[in-house]
């Protein structure tokens, strides 16, 4: 099991394409949950919280939009991606191929062996190809 703090060092490390290329500002939530850790980034348009849930699905991230200051509810399905389920609905043939036809922006030799940290990675290299298409803008 991984510490708070290895998740926030890992997150920071692998998303930091959300402050760097998109403007985004990290907002550190903090729960009382210490089974979930959560870090989230916003862009006063969009919060992009990305949590992992120790004995649950692992690593889930969910764009949620700003409507007049106030973040959109977790089930409202209108304005709220949840990346996970997406991958598994209609959009993940097109997801997929511009996935595979684009090339990661993260070197092989920045992964390691820490099963968690491959898991990130790759829901990171996702949310990098979702932020380049339409259904994030």
Do not use: P, W
């Amino acid at each position: 099991m991984i510490t708070r703090e290895e998740y926030y060092r890992i997150i920071r490390k692998h998303f930091s394409f959300l402050i760097e290329k998109y403007n985004f500002r990290e907002i550190l939530k903090e729960t009382q949950n210490s089974m979930l850790y959560d870090l989230e980034y916003t862009d006063k348009k969009r919060i992009v919280s990305i949590s992992y849930e120790i004995m649950g699905e692992g690593v889930n991230i969910i764009i949620f939009k700003v409507i007049d200051g106030i973040r959109s509810e977790y089930d409202d399905y209108k304005n709220t991606i949840h990346l996970n389920s997406l991958l598994k609905g209609t959009q993940k043939a097109n997801i997929v191929k511009r996935h595979s036809t684009r090339k990661s922006m993260f070197k092989h030799s920045e992964i390691t062996e820490i099963i968690f940290e491959k898991e990130v990675v790759k829901k990171a290299d996702l949310l990098l190809c979702f932020m380049e298409t339409t259904v994030l803008k």
